[in-house]
């Protein structure tokens, strides 16, 4: 008895570990050198990470699923490079986590969309997106200039984003809920200090128009007017991606 | 349910309902004014209502030792149902969000009823509510046969079933309060992350368990193509979902990865959730539904083993065919588009097998609805196995990404494949263990097959044109060599083509509506005969020699 | 260490393909070793009649 049920454990043991074996090796070879990739991959010295405001509005654009109808991901066709902007490369998104790539453009891309278009265009359109495009198929978010912004665990995100790899000071954390609302103040005590941590070209205005409530509106503006300007990497003379063997 | 456990099944039923409900509750108390707290309520009421209806049976009588002689099919039951109800759900949010991309107004002022928030409410409801919910059903059902061995206990199957439906019930929910990682496929948070992990090694220890107590040494195929499924979805699922809590009583997480490696870890996940879950698993089904219900052994048997590997081995090196043109290297676009095309080699032969399967039963195909419908998901397998291979290769996905050829060929695969084959195990499964010689009504069954052909086919076409419209509208150049159409041309005529899906996805719709009514019919008026039965039976003195559940069967 | 990414792009790209056929040759060989026949004929077979629909006791 014991025998026979030994040899039919080994039998589904066998099986088990040839589907792992067969199935992981794939994946480990192609993936792994992936992870050695900032060894070749171009940099960007000048790229900064993103304001607690501007976090703040990223995980808005994540909440809603905005992800699913915009691409963030130019890719280097000469069509897309014409209609969007320089394609994106692989730096400009170092400090997503996750990604938000995107893989349908039920509406445009969006990878350089920053300081395209007014704030004031883009709180009439998130209001309502058919008052100043007829023939969208948007959603409305209207609800995101009611509803005033949660301030008081940002510090938290600061933290967690900087144990998996994005370079937060200290400083930034301490004051992430200060900076949140001084980024959309510009008259306030603490915009300075939005300034003197994220650097000069940090855009401190208020993004819904009105600089006395901060509301989730402010952050996913001041999001949408970021992308593509953490750096200007895509912008200078194109660095190859991979190097020719 | 509770009378089928024996006494130490129904106190480890209480033991994990407790700590189910320990853990909600802080939950509850930790997430307080975060949607994490309102998940911890859900877990702590479905821990507590599990908890009266154990107490509830607790003194029951235990079940005789003669349940040993027939196979445990209470679960599968649940199952089916659970993946009925399901497949309705999902199914109507996919197509309201379907007529909200032809009417955007078509909502109301609420954050929740967004086509950002309902849209993943519609992948995970059909992908992981009905798919999921039916692999694990016919799992079950399939093991037990092809080993000729009874599950190894009562309780263990249903901590699976409700555990995996909490899973997705707390996965929806989520999405409607804004809870989502962002991953396509993968959105759920950490916390639910955590506890499918939980549910999913017990699902494989049990599979596992069962097999170890099969007759026959050789395993039969279905068997493997089921336990590819429940490996290797393990495997990605861990590996995609890294993630850091922003603190514990939070719903929000960061994923690990960032930038290019996420963007690979999540396609090397999300294509392979295509293979392992929407593929392998349906394959393990159509190899022992379609052969029983024909009435003839697969046509090559050794073509089955072969492709198999053939699957586990190339759809892995196959993800970064999603980003091709993208940022990732250019090597990593040309392995997977190698390997993309190569892959159509093991899946036509899969869908070959299934198909000569047949040859010979062709009478029966034109008879029988159910065998209609597994044949149509063969055809369909084929076919959406042709067109990814096909879209794979870069010049042609530079024209079908980010379009709606690309949401066509998930819907040819979705619906044509994975919804048919498993209409068809359902349809075949009810009748055998409901005891019944077949469906309360064969023209339902026969109309939710031309319903589902139909609405496949209307969506299908809808979305290549749409989608081949589009790619062009977008690469075109007028003759002063500039772009000829802005985004919102393009977008203008998608329109009618959008209407013409969600006018198929409601015929798709209704033929499941159908079909979960046929089903439910059928379990009443089996019950009904059951309780007759029982009444006549009742003079008899209640061990009656032999198994009461053993009817004439088929 | 510019070295280890390329020794690992060099070993992805070439390791892929003896792989593949190396994997493609056990699995045939295996699929069609004489001493298979028996159990997977018996096996396609066994699904179709299971009269007795109840499990085996041993
Ligand atoms: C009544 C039938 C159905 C309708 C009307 C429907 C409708 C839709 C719609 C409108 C979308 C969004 C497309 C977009 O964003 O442009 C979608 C996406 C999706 N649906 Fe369905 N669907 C149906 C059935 C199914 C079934 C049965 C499955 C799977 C078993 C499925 C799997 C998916 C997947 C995976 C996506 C995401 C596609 C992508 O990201 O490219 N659907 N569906
Ligand atoms: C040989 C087999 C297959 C290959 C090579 C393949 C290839 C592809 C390709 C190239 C894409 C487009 C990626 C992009 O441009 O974004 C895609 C998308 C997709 N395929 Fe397949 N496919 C195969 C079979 C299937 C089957 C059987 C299904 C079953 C339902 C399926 C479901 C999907 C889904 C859900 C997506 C959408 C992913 C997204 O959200 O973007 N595929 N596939």
Redesign the interface.
């Known amino acids: 008895m014991f025998g026979f049920h030994y040899r039919l454990e080994r039998k589904t043991i066998g099986l088990v570990l040839g589907i792992i074996g067969v199935a992981s090796i794939g994946g480990l070879v192609e993936i792994a050198p992936l992870f050695t990739i900032h060894q070749t991959v171009e940099d960007a010295p000048d790229m900064r990470v993103y304001t607690p405001l501007e976090l703040a509005g990223r995980n808005i654009y994540i909440r809603e699923g905005c992800y699913a109808c915009h691409s963030q991901m130019i890719r280097t066709l000469r069509d897309e490079v014409e209609r969007y902007g320089p394609y994106s490369l692989a730096v400009e998104s170092k400090y997503d986590h996750p990604m938000l790539w995107g893989s349908k453009r039920t509406g445009p891309d969006l990878a350089r969309l920053g300081e395209k278009y007014s704030d004031d265009w883009h709180v009439a359109h998130m209001i309502n997106p058919r008052a100043v495009v007829p023939e969208s198929v948007m959603p409305s978010y209207a609800f995101l200039q009611r509803t005033e912004l949660r301030t008081d665990d940002l510090s938290d995100h600061l933290k967690a984003q900087r144990k998996v790899g994005v370079p937060y000071t200290d400083d930034m954390i301490a004051n992430a809920a200060a900076d949140a609302y001084g980024q959309a103040a510009p008259d306030s005590p603490a915009a300075d200090g939005v300034t003197k941590r994220y650097g000069k070209a940090t855009t401190v205005r208020a993004f819904d128009g009105k600089p006395t409530d901060l509301t989730e509106m402010d952050a996913l503006v001041a999001y949408l007017q970021i992308l593509g300007r953490l750096t200007d990497a895509a912008h200078k003379p194109v660095a190859t991606a991979e190097k020719k063997p | 349910m509770v009378a089928e456990l024996t006494k130490n099944e129904r106190q480890g039923a209480l033991v994990i309902l407790l700590a189910l409900a320990v853990t909600g509750l802080a939950m509850a108390a930790g997430g307080r004014g975060d949607p994490f707290g309102i998940h911890g309520a859900m877990v702590l009421v479905a821990a507590i209502v599990g908890i009266f209806a154990v107490i509830g049976g607790y003194y029951a009588p235990e079940p005789s030792p003669e349940r040993l002689d027939s196979y445990y099919d209470s679960p599968t039951k649940f199952g089916i149902v659970a993946a009925m109800v399901w497949a309705v759900a999902g199914m109507a949010v996919g197509d309201w969000v379907a007529w909200l991309l032809a009417y955007p107004e078509w909502t109301f002022d609420a954050a929740w009823a967004s086509f950002g928030r309902l849209r993943p409410v519609h992948t995970s409801g059909v992908i992981f509510g009905f798919g999921g919910n039916a692999l694990i059903a016919t799992s079950f059902y399939v093991m037990q046969r092809t080993s000729r061995a009874r599950l190894p206990d009562q309780l263990t199957p249903w901590f699976v079933l409700f555990g995996y439906n909490l899973f997705c019930v707390i996965a929806a929910t989520g999405y409607l309060m804004g809870v989502t990682q962002s991953k396509e496929y993968a959105e759920p948070e950490w916390y639910a992350d955590i506890w499918l992990v939980i549910v999913w090694v017990t699902y494989f220890v049990l599979y596992l368990r069962t097999l170890n107590r099969r007759k026959e040494p050789h395993i039969y195929v279905s068997n493997w193509y089921y336990l590819a499924f429940i490996l290797v979805v393990a495997m990605l699922h861990i590996v995609n979902n890294l993630a850091v809590p922003i603190s514990w009583g939070s719903a929000k997480s960061y994923s690990l990865f960032s930038g290019v490696q996420d963007a690979m870890t999540e396609w090397w996940y999300g294509h392979n959730a295509v293979a392992f879950f929407l593929t392998s698993g349906f394959l393990g089904m159509m190899y022992y539904y379609m052969p029983k219900r024909a009435g003839r052994p697969i046509y090559s048997y050794r073509m089955s083993i072969i492709s198999f590997w053939g699957i586990t081995f190339f759809y892995m090196w196959a993800g970064s065919h999603h980003l091709h043109y993208t940022a990732l290297p250019q090597w990593v676009q040309s392995l997977g588009m190698t390997f993309s095309v190569m892959l159509l080699v093991p899946s036509w032969v899969s869908a070959g097998n299934a198909l000569m399967t047949l040859n010979g039963a062709w009478h029966k195909v034109r008879d029988d609805a159910v065998l209609r419908f597994m044949m149509v998901a063969a055809v369909f397998y084929g076919l959406s196995t042709f067109e990814g291979s096909f879209m794979a290769i870069r010049p042609v996905n530079s024209l079908s990404h980010y379009t709606d050829w690309t949401v066509g060929h998930v819907h040819a695969g979705a619906l044509g494949w994975v919804a048919m084959i498993t209409f068809g195990a359902i349809y075949a499964s009810v009748p055998w263990l409901w005891k019944r010689n077949g469906m309360y009504s064969a023209k339902l069954v026969e109309a939710h097959f031309w319903l589902s052909l139909a609405g496949t086919i209307i969506y299908v076409f809808a979305m290549w044109n749409s989608g081949i419209i589009q790619g062009l509208m977008w690469r075109t150049y007028n003759e002063s060599g500039t772009l000829a159409y802005s985004f919102v041309d393009s977008l203008v005529a998608m329109h009618p083509y959008y209407i013409a899906r969600a006018i198929g996805g409601a015929f798709f719709l209704l033929g499941a509506i159908i079909g979960l009514y046929n089903i439910w019919m059928t379990i009443r008026t089996a019950s009904q005969d059951q309780a007759a039965q029982n009444v006549a039976d009742r003079p008899v003195t209640e061990p009656a020699i032999g198994a009461p559940a053993l009817q004439p069967g088929e | 260490?510019?070295i280890?990414?390329?020794l690992?792009?060099w070993?992805?790209?070439s390791?892929?393909l003896f792989?593949?056929i190396g994997?493609?040759l056990i699995?045939?060989v295996?699929?069609?070793w004489p001493a298979n026949q028996k159990?997977?004929?018996?096996?396609?077979?066994?699904?179709?009649h299971?009269d007795d629909?109840?499990?085996?006791?041993?």
């Open positions: 260490m510019t280890t990414h390329d690992l792009v070993f992805s790209k390791f892929g792989y593949l994997l493609s699995v045939v295996y699929a069609y159990p997977f004929n018996a096996a396609a077979q066994a699904i179709l299971d629909d109840k499990p085996y006791r041993g």
